[in-house]
Every structure is written in structure tokens, then in C-alpha cells.
């Protein structure tokens, strides 16, 4: 059986595809650390990386608002001014939640690219209480503020759905 290598999406360059694939293994470090296999960074125009995060809003000690996007937007947040962020783009292992998608779009951050798509992520996780997952793409969420945030995703969903196989039993 020969597997379709789907061409990259307009506008995705190798340093989109290789900071995403830093998000993937920095899931991979959450899982291993005992967390939700989540990650995300901040990273400016030229791919330098502002901020980094897992998720931690794993229960019982847990916040659950501390998704890892919401981290590493906040915390480029307090790096940068609203017009430097605006020229970053937030790469999240799984497409940002629609909480997530708000905390980038007040964050000012003008760009997300994401690996696992929301549907995709449910089909892993199924009906697990720790991920009650919404049905909202965050594309949605960010058409419906005044100014725009560019998404590029999904992509690389076989990679970012690696750290989650065996997770969500």
C-alpha cells in the first residue's frame, strides 16, 4: 500500500514545518512528564521562538485553562508589544481550542499554524472527560473578530497523533 504525500499548504515554509515538528516533540516531553500530549510556541518572522509551553491543566493538581497555546501566547505576551506579535506566528501541536483561538487573538499574535485538526484529535481521544473536545475550528473563532488571524493547518497529523496513541484510555 503506498501513502499519498500530501504537498504543503500554500504559504508553509520549512521553518513552519520544523518549528511544528518542535511542538510535536515537545508533546511528546508532556506526555512523558505525566501531562496532556500538548505544546505549543510563539515564534517572531524570522523563527526565532519567543515562548514555549506544554499543557497544564491536567487534573487533580491542574488548571484547566493552562492550555500550552494560552501559555505561550500569555507569556509572549509579556515579552512583546501588541505590533511585534502581530508579526509572530503561535504553532500548536493540535488545532487551538476555541479558548485558546481567543487568547491568540487578544494576544495580537497574526499567525497559527497547527498540526492535528479538532476532528482529528477527537477521533483519538474519543469521549475522555479530560478532553471534552468543541466542535469549533478556530478558524471560526478569528473570523469573527475585526482584524484578521492567518491559519494554516492542518498538517503533519500523522506525526502530532503519535504522542496521543496509548494517552486516552
Known amino acids: 500500500m503506498t501513502t499519498a504525500i500530501k504537498a504543503p499548504q500554500q504559504g508553509v515554509s520549512q521553518t513552519d514545518l520544523e518549528l511544528l515538528r518542535e511542538t510535536i516533540r ?31 491543566s491536567m487534573p487533580p493538581e491542574g488548571d484547566p485553562t493552562q492550555h500550552a497555546e494560552l501559555v505561550a501566547a500569555a507569556e509572549a505576551a509579556k515579552l512583546l508589544p501588541p505590533e511585534a506579535l502581530a508579526e509572530c506566528t503561535l504553532y500548536s501541536s493540535a488545532e487551538p481550542c476555541c479558548m485558546c483561538a481567543g487568547a491568540i487573538y487578544w494576544c495580537n499574535i497574526g499567525r497559527v499554524v497547527y498540526a492535528l485538526a479538532e476532528h482529528s484529535l477527537l477521533g483519538l481521544t474519543g469521549d475522555h472527560e479530560e478532553n471534552p473536545t468543541f466542535s469549533l475550528p478556530c478558524r471560526e473563532v478569528f473570523v469573527r473578530g475585526q482584524r484578521g488571524v492567518e491559519v494554516l493547518g492542518p498538517m503533519l497529523e500523522a506525526e502530532a497523533a503519535v504522542p496521543h496513541r496509548g494517552f486516552w484510555r
Open 26 to 56: 515537545l508533546s511528546e516531553i508532556s506526555k512523558q512528564s505525566g501531562r496532556h500530549p500538548f505544546a505549543a510556541l510563539v515564534a517572531d518572522r524570522d523563527g526565532n521562538i519567543i515562548a514555549t509551553a506544554g499543557n497544564n
